[in-house]
């Protein structure tokens, strides 16, 4: 049980450059989530997957765009990158039990990725 | 909108030393309560949580308080130690999924 998974662990863009940052989970989890974490800004959410084939806009899109390609994977990609891209993402899952309110979420390692 | 205040580190303690890290949510409606853990290098970890009023999380010897009364649910931890530096999120749940998180207080344990 690997929990959750993100590929790659580090990648170094140049502006205007493409990329798709990977997510799995193994858990079942019907919730999946992409953060991007910057210095004294917390974790802000960029978009999220309540089920497989749905998927919302969180408090930072604009850049972005998902896919949640079956249950376990969902995928994050910059179709033409940023420096204010540069930063470290993460995927994160939870199961939601139907209601709306979630529980945990269990996160990955991270991507740092830096934007020239 | 919604929003999580935390304290600004970082936080230098001595090994043994009491930990308190405080942490306010904005007051619209009935958050779930969250501590996260990050370490060097890690994505984040449930520290502990609580989800309603005057509700108790604990674990490994930290814990907080859901206060209401003070919107407030302040980490804290009698007698810390090295292996516990890292960087503490608090985190609110409010509705459908959407996590707000503070922005983090990095501790720092000296031996």
């Known amino acids: 049980n690997a929990g959750v998974t993100q590929t790659p662990k580090f990648q170094v863009l140049k502006t205007g450059q493409s990329m798709t940052l990977q997510c799995a989970q193994d858990m079942n989890h019907n919730s999946m989530y992409w953060y991007r974490q910057d210095p004294g800004m917390g974790l802000r959410l960029i978009y999220y997957s309540a089920s497989e084939g749905t998927t919302d806009k969180g408090e930072v899109p604009n850049g972005y765009n998902v896919s949640r390609l079956n249950k376990r994977e969902f995928s994050l990609r910059l179709e033409s990158a940023a420096p204010s891209q540069t930063s470290v993402y993460f995927c994160?899952?939870?199961?939601?039990?139907?209601?709306?309110?979630?529980?945990?979420?269990?996160f990955g390692p991270g991507t740092r990725l830096t934007v020239l | 909108g919604n929003s999580v205040t935390q304290m600004e580190g970082p936080v230098t303690l001595s090994e043994e030393a009491f930990l308190t890290i405080n942490c306010t949510y904005t007051a619209t409606g009935y958050p779930s309560l969250f501590w996260y853990v990050q370490y060097p290098g890690e994505g984040l970890q449930l520290l502990l949580k609580?989800?309603?009023?005057?509700d108790k999380g604990s674990n490994k010897g930290f814990e907080a308080t859901y206060r209401k009364e003070t919107t407030s649910f302040h980490l804290e931890k009698g007698s810390v130690q090295v292996s516990d530096s890292a960087v503490y999120f608090c985190a609110a749940l409010y509705n459908f999924n959407k996590f707000y998180f503070g922005s983090g207080t990095k501790l720092n344990v000296k031996p």
């Open positions: 994160a899952s939870s199961d939601d039990p139907g209601t709306g309110f979630t529980d945990t979420q269990y």
């Open positions: 609580a989800t309603k009023a005057d």
